[in-house]
């Protein structure tokens, strides 16, 4: 884990019976941020945002990319797919290559830099009800899958989930 400490600090003064006493307390905000990787040996540098990524892929069948996204959902039997969130109300699923990994299935909230290669898939109806299921979908919800989709999918040789967690500490 590794920790920053907020260069804001916040001095609090209050009065103490008279004006002449004073009590001073800091606040400290602390910034810890939890990284964890998974598959290969990925880095944060050089990925790009998901419009660059839209914008980079309009036309081609394939893209090898980096590529930094918010986490919607995770499969929540084993991590062994999520759901990016690119914007204008597109997602995209991200499995891993040759399901050698997994990601944490609290994943989902979190920034996730993925590395690997991105394509346009058809999801058959039989894959799209094992994926509701493995996302504790009800048996009413599976059942009204009925069509396949079109949609960005994502082949990833190397993910970095991360978290930012805030806390205060008064002193």
Not at 119 to 144: C, F, G, P, R
Request: charged share 25%; aromatic share 8%.
């Amino acid at each position: 884990m590794i920790k920053y400490i907020a260069a804001s600090f916040l001095l609090i003064l209050m009065a103490c019976g008279s004006s002449e006493t004073k009590e001073v307390k800091e606040i400290i905000e602390e910034v810890n941020i939890e990284i964890t990787k998974h598959g290969n040996d990925v880095s944060e540098e050089g990925a790009i945002t998901p419009v660059e990524f839209l914008a980079k892929f309009k036309g081609q069948d394939s893209l090898e990319v980096k590529l930094s996204a918010n986490v919607i959902d995770v499969c929540a039997k084993k991590g062994c797919w999520m759901n990016l969130d690119l914007g204008d109300k597109k997602t995209m699923r991200v499995t891993f290559l040759d399901y050698g990994f997994f990601v944490p299935k609290d994943a989902a909230g979190k920034l996730a830099t993925i590395q690997g290669v991105a394509t346009i898939d058809t999801t058959d109806v039989a894959t799209l009800k094992h994926y509701a299921s493995d996302a504790n979908a009800t048996q009413e919800e599976i059942d009204a899958i009925t069509e396949p989709e079109y949609n960005y999918a994502f082949e990833a040789t190397g993910v970095i989930i991360k978290e930012e967690i805030l806390s205060t500490i008064e002193q």
